[in-house]
């Protein structure tokens, strides 16, 4: 078993990266010395595979666990369901020292971390990540919120686990298209922060794809040791860790302007990445051959590199991104890559450049079928 540490004060805490870990459930919340009821959040999808070992593993350590299912996918992150939430841990009758357990992927992470921050202004919970994406992005940081109409995690709290239990076993059943989506977090880290990883993942990506254990853990590893070092450093974004969105500020757009359904997280923003590589060609010298490199990789992935949109949706499309919370004065800014394994955050580019970026990705076709 590997272990990362954030190092955040008193808000410190580690991730456990390693296979049977779900079933040390129990143990490692009686180790945070947490209250004794609580309630384990999952989707409709991962009740039948995971609530039982997890409810089991924490009421043999001597808690009270009730399960509160959501519903799967992106649109369970609303504020509906945060209510939803709120009802069932008051008829629990949940207090401030119980505590919550996220058992999914990122939505799942987000919805619960938020309701954690918000229920009786604020409960521990922790991190039982499922998916690739969650385990080497969104349950790590603290970030935590839900969308709106309007854009995506525009309400939030930042508010951090007391443990995150990394279960690589969880990818054994975890659906193709949701691993390769995984792979686009993975691969951000590689160009905003470690050259080395970026060159690993050309190397290795036939055996991650296969989920051979040894890369598996090798990357979730190095992933959630970036975005720790990063998170210790900038926990609430005011300067460094803006790095880490890299990409998503079209890939954001793009999730809202197609009502979260049409495209994964991690795929959204592989095409918001390959557009910022355009993006940071033309602004930020970042060299051909490198924009050249994170498109293949992608593809490689197979991750959608390109998206087709009439004038009426790239209207929307920019429309959104200027609901973007990294927009400042109403300008937005982007993060830019130098070189791969380097970039630049809040960097200013002219609406007319990103029209360019986006004419780009129409000379690459998807590797994304059936879309």
Same mark, same amino acid.
Request: charged share 20%.
């Given at each position: 078993?590997?272990?990362?540490?954030?190092?955040?004060?008193?808000?410190?805490?580690?991730?456990?990266?390693?296979?049977?870990?779900?079933?040390?459930?129990?143990?490692?919340?009686?180790?945070?010395?947490?209250?004794?009821?609580?309630?384990?959040?999952?989707?409709?999808?991962?009740?039948? %595979?995971?609530?039982?070992?997890?409810?089991?593993?924490?009421?043999? &350590?001597?808690?009270?666990?009730?399960?509160?299912?959501?519903?799967?996918?992106?649109?369970?992150?609303?504020?509906?369901?945060?209510?939803?939430?709120?009802?069932?841990?008051?008829?629990?009758?949940?207090? *401030?020292?119980?505590?919550?357990?996220?058992?999914?992927?990122?939505?799942?992470?987000?919805?619960?971390?938020?309701?954690?921050?918000?229920?009786?202004?604020?409960?521990?919970?922790?991190?039982?990540?499922?998916?690739?994406?969650?385990?080497?992005?969104?349950?790590?940081?603290?970030?935590?919120?839900?969308?709106? @109409?309007?854009?995506?995690?525009?309400?939030?709290?930042?508010?951090?686990?007391? *443990?995150?239990?990394?279960?690589?076993?969880?990818?054994?059943?975890?659906?193709?298209?949701?691993?390769?989506?995984?792979?686009?977090?993975?691969?951000?880290?590689?160009?905003?922060?470690?050259?080395?990883?970026?060159?690993?993942?050309?190397?290795?990506?036939?055996?991650?794809?296969?989920?051979?254990?040894?890369?598996?853990?090798?990357?979730?590893?190095?992933?959630?040791?970036?975005?720790?070092?990063?998170?210790?450093?900038?926990?609430?974004?005011?300067?460094?860790?803006?790095?880490?969105?890299?990409?998503?500020?079209?890939?954001? @757009?793009?999730?809202?302007?197609?009502?979260?359904?049409?495209?994964?997280?991690?795929?959204?923003?592989?095409?918001?990445?390959? @557009?910022?590589?355009?993006?940071?060609?033309?602004?930020?010298?970042?060299?051909?051959?490198?924009?050249?490199?994170?498109?293949?990789?992608?593809?490689?992935?197979?991750?959608?590199?390109?998206?087709?949109?009439?004038?009426? %949706?790239?209207?929307?499309?920019?429309?959104?991104?200027?609901?973007?919370?990294?927009?400042?004065?109403?300008?937005?800014?982007?993060?830019? &890559?130098?070189?791969?394994?380097?970039?630049?955050?809040?960097?200013?580019?002219?609406?007319?450049?990103?029209?360019?970026?986006?004419?780009?990705?129409?000379?690459?076709?998807?590797?994304?079928?059936?879309?």
């Amino acid at each position: 078993m590997r272990s990362v540490k954030v190092s955040l004060g008193t808000r410190s805490y580690d991730i456990k990266i390693g296979s049977g870990l779900l079933a040390s459930l129990g143990a490692n919340c009686a180790a945070l010395k947490l209250g004794q009821k609580c309630a384990v959040v999952t989707d409709t999808n991962l009740a039948p %595979r995971y609530a039982k070992p997890a409810l089991a593993s924490l009421k043999r &350590a001597g808690f009270d666990a009730v399960l509160v299912t959501v519903p799967a996918g992106e649109t369970a992150k609303r504020l509906k369901q945060v209510e939803a939430c709120f009802d069932q841990l008051a008829a629990h009758r949940l207090e *401030r020292k119980s505590f919550m357990v996220a058992l999914g992927g990122g939505v799942v992470g987000d919805l619960t971390g938020f309701v954690a921050a918000s229920y009786l202004r604020g409960i521990p919970f922790v991190q039982v990540p499922t998916t690739l994406l969650a385990q080497v992005d969104s349950s790590v940081g603290g970030k935590t919120g839900v969308n709106l @109409a309007a854009g995506k995690n525009l309400v939030g709290a930042f508010h951090q686990p007391r *443990r995150v239990l990394c279960d690589l076993d969880t990818f054994r059943t975890l659906p193709e298209r949701e691993f390769r989506a995984g792979l686009a977090e993975v691969i951000k880290y590689g160009i905003i922060y470690d050259a080395h990883l970026f060159a690993r993942l050309e190397r290795d990506m036939a055996q991650i794809l296969r989920r051979d254990s040894v890369a598996l853990a090798h990357i979730v590893a190095r992933s959630c040791e970036i975005k720790a070092h990063v998170v210790s450093q900038d926990e609430t974004e005011s300067g460094l860790r803006a790095i880490l969105n890299f990409g998503h500020t079209i890939g954001h @757009a793009i999730e809202a302007i197609t009502s979260y359904g049409r495209y994964l997280h991690g795929e959204a923003i592989s095409i918001g990445q390959v @557009a910022a590589a355009h993006l940071s060609a033309a602004w930020h010298g970042l060299p051909a051959k490198d924009v050249e490199r994170i498109r293949a990789l992608f593809v490689t992935a197979g991750l959608p590199v390109s998206i087709a949109l009439t004038s009426a %949706r790239r209207a929307k499309l920019l429309a959104a991104m200027t609901l973007d919370k990294k927009v400042s004065g109403g300008e937005i800014r982007f993060v830019l &890559a130098e070189r791969i394994g380097k970039v630049t955050w809040g960097c200013s580019v002219p609406i007319a450049a990103v029209h360019r970026a986006l004419d780009a990705l129409h000379s690459h076709k998807s590797q994304i079928a059936n879309r």
